[in-house]
């Protein structure tokens, strides 16, 4: 027996709990090199403790909906920030901390535009980008200290497109 979620939208409003929608939407905050480059300014609250900040290239295998969600990790000691490099969309998947374990998991599809930050001790599912390459930037903490704990469901969740 499976439980199901259905994805989401991915918007700032709803992720903020999680973390940061990385995305230009809107007018830039600052237009910088003679007026012919907006920035979008600060957008992450990147932590990173007692680390410091490393960028890695990651590639994930695609994945289809609807996908089975049977683990969710997090990182206690620093932020961990996805930022696609193709305008594929994919898959988020956060959850609240429920008593050292996660709650009720919540899936948000990206508009292919958008990157996470997810805050220090954020449960959160795999890199699942939903066309290949599936490569990403990661920007999070390198440094000594156990920052990996995972969570395996009894009974895994099924996640469906909207």
């Known amino acids: 027996m499976s439980r199901e979620i259905v994805a989401e939208p991915l918007t700032a409003e709803a992720f903020v709990p999680f973390g940061d ?23 992450a ?6 680390g410091r900040a490393g960028i890695s290239l990651f590639e994930a295998e695609a994945r289809a909906l609807p996908l089975q969600l049977g683990m969710m990790e997090r990182h206690p000691l620093g932020a961990q920030a996805f930022l ?6 994919f898959l988020v998947v956060v959850a609240p901390d429920a008593g050292g374990a996660p709650g009720r998991p919540r ?5 292919g535009a958008q990157g996470v930050n997810y805050l220090p001790g954020t449960w959160h599912g795999v890199l699942a980008p ?8 990661v920007v999070d903490r390198i440094g000594a200290g156990a920052n990996l704990e995972e ?8 996640i469906r497109a909207p």
Request: net charge negative; charged share 20%; glycine share 8%.
């Open 107 to 111: 899936a948000f599809l990206t508009s």
């Open 84 to 89: 696609p490099m193709s305008a594929d969309p």
């Open 45 to 50: 609250r990147l932590d990173f403790g007692e």
């Open 130 to 137: 939903l066309a290949a390459p599936g490569r990403f930037a």
């Open 21 to 43: 929608v990385l995305e230009a939407a809107g007018a830039p905050d600052k237009v910088i090199n003679q007026g012919r480059c907006g920035r979008w300014h600060d957008l």
């Open 151 to 158: 969570h395996w469901f009894e009974t895994p969740w099924v």
